[in-house]
């Protein structure tokens, strides 16, 4: 059986080290026997035949501009099969003034209380989905994503809000999704709003969820999207001790 195929574009803001973060991903995904494309122009997206080829996008691309025929033909591709996974504003922060976009990927940044620093809790929902087995909730220190989100996501894992003060604090607490999975056609898409740097990717519980939420949006090129979320995707990638 042929490797899979994953293309991972990255580029825009220097400042989520998108470089960095690219390396993370093809690590993961090389050490699970895929055959991986690094690009760092948006030009990746200008081939869609290629892109309908794949089985998996991973764009690390924040607060870029993009043409509307690239964002077609990477929706194209997503909803004949190809599957979507990033992280943080390489995902969900990639193109500001493309509604298209943010509608495939099921949710856009629009504020992160405090800074960067923060200590907040990730909160996974344990019986939500294979994806986020065995991983209990954790701590971590960085921005805390609020997002403007979609109500049609999956949502595995949320934060809490208010931690920082702000104006939106007078709302009182609100669960904010931090891990959703949603479907785009045929197309399975991730997205985990963690990732900052590159060393809150390399965290354990991060990584791992990131492992498997690569794999399984992946995983939907063969079956159209079908199957149960994380159907065939292997746990065993960390000890106890990592979570």
């Known amino acids: 059986m042929s490797a899979k195929k994953a293309l991972i574009v990255w580029g ?6 998108p470089q960095q973060v690219s390396e993370v991903f093809a690590g993961v995904l090389r050490q699970e026997g895929f055959e991986v494309e690094v690009s760092d122009t948006l030009e990746a997206f200008a081939d869609r035949e290629k892109l309908l080829g794949l089985d998996l996008i991973v764009p690390v ?6 043409s509307q025929e690239l964002v077609d033909n990477v929706s194209a591709a997503v909803q004949n099969g190809t599957g979507l996974a990033g992280c943080h504003g390489g995902m969900c922060d990639s193109f500001r003034n493309n509604v298209d976009w943010q509608f495939m990927t099921g949710g856009q940044w629009v504020a992160h209380p405090g800074n960067d620093g923060v200590e907040y809790t990730v909160n996974v929902r344990q019986s939500s989905s294979p994806l986020v087995q065995d991983i209990p909730d954790f701590s971590v220190t960085s921005e805390q ?12 894992a949320t934060t809490r809000f208010p931690v920082a003060e702000g104006p939106h604090a007078a709302n009182g607490a609100v669960d904010m999704p931090v891990v959703w999975t949603k ?13 900052h740097h590159a060393d809150i990717v390399e965290l354990p519980p991060v990584k791992e969820l990131m492992r498997r939420g690569l794999l399984w949006a992946a995983e ?21 001790s990592q979570l």
Do not use: C, F
């Open 145 to 156: 994503y609020y997002l403007h989100i979609d109500p049609a996501i999956e949502v595995l």
């Open 220 to 240: 939907g090129k063969q079956n159209g999207g079908r199957t149960t979320a994380g159907a065939g995707i292997s746990y065993s990638g960390m000890a106890d």
């Open 61 to 66: 691309w924040t607060m870029g501009e993009i």
């Open 12 to 17: 825009g803001w220097d400042g989520h080290e």
């Open 183 to 195: 479907r785009w056609g045929a197309g399975r898409v991730y997205y985990n709003s963690l990732g």
